[in-house]
Nanobody, 120 residues
Framework: QVHLVESGGGLVEPGGSLRLSCAAS????????MGWHRQAPGKQREMVAG???????NYADSVKGRFTISRDNAKNTVYLEMNSLKPEDTAVYFC??????????????WGQGTQVTVSS
């Protein structure tokens, strides 16, 4: 099976920073996209940031200039550095990868989610 292990969530004051990490393991042939989505209470899940193995990135307008996504292809790990955090960033953040698993097909895999709470 493919496993995604997330870490780095927690409680932070407005204006503070957090770095989320997500490490993928399992019989992975190739990872094509890595990224983060989030879901705030009462809202739909939304894309936050994504990155290809080549390093191309995309960000939601609401986080541009504040969040930075990066990856370590050798470690199958994706990071999300979150700076200048705002209360509206409060959400459960989910790691997602699009990958091919051995003896399977290309599809998305999701982590369990990690809570980020921005509050004073």
């Amino acid at each position: 099976q493919v496993h995604l292990v997330e870490s780095g969530g927690g409680l932070v004051e407005p204006g503070g920073s957090l770095r989320l990490s997500c490490a993928a393991s399992g019989n992975i042939i190739g990872i094509y996209l890595m990224g983060w989505h989030r879901q705030a209470p009462g809202k739909q899940r939304e894309m936050v940031a994504g990155i290809t193995t080549a390093g191309n990135t995309n960000y939601a307008d609401s986080v541009k200039g504040r969040f930075t996504i990066s990856r370590d292809n050798a470690k199958n790990t994706v990071y999300l550095e979150m700076n200048s955090l705002k209360p509206e960033d409060t959400a459960v953040y989910f790691c997602v990868i699009v990958a091919t698993e051995d003896n399977s097909y290309t599809r998305d895999f999701w982590g369990q989610g990690t809570q980020v709470t921005v509050s004073s």
